[in-house]
């Protein structure tokens, strides 16, 4: 059983920074498939906002290339989130992904971005 928890979220303006952490038990993340960083907002699909593969290749939303960026450390089995020039419409709830499989789930962070 993984399990992930975020933290890191929060209230910014538009404009500003935020790092989210992802800190993952009983797997290590440099042997899981995949970890990505999903959002969601109400009345909204979960959609995929960056992706790190185990062998070190991430992949970004288009939505958020060149702002915002994957990076994990093995040692302290955490997966981040830099997300740099946020916009209003970055605002939505943040959800760490392992993807092994199965697919596991943080419980996710807000991030709100005022403009």
């Known amino acids: 059983q993984v399990r992930l928890v975020e933290s890191g979220g929060g209230l910014v303006q538009a404009g500003g920074s935020l790092r989210l952490s992802c800190a993952a038990s009983?797997?290590?993340?440099?042997?899981?498939?995949?970890m990505g960083w999903y959002r969601q907002t109400p009345g909204k699909a979960r959609e995929l906002v960056a992706i790190?593969?185990?062998?070190?290749?991430?992949n970004y939303a288009d939505s958020v290339k060149g702002r915002f960026t994957i990076s994990r450390d093995n040692a302290k089995n955490t997966v981040y989130l830099q997300m740099n020039s946020l916009k209003p419409e970055d605002t939505a709830v943040y959800y760490c992904?392992?993807?092994?499989?199965?697919?596991?789930w943080g419980q996710g962070t807000q991030v709100t971005v005022s403009s």
């Open positions: 992904n392992a993807q092994l499989p199965p697919w596991y």
């Open positions: 009983g797997a290590f993340i440099s042997s899981i498939n995949a």
């Open positions: 790190i593969t185990r062998g070190g290749s991430t």
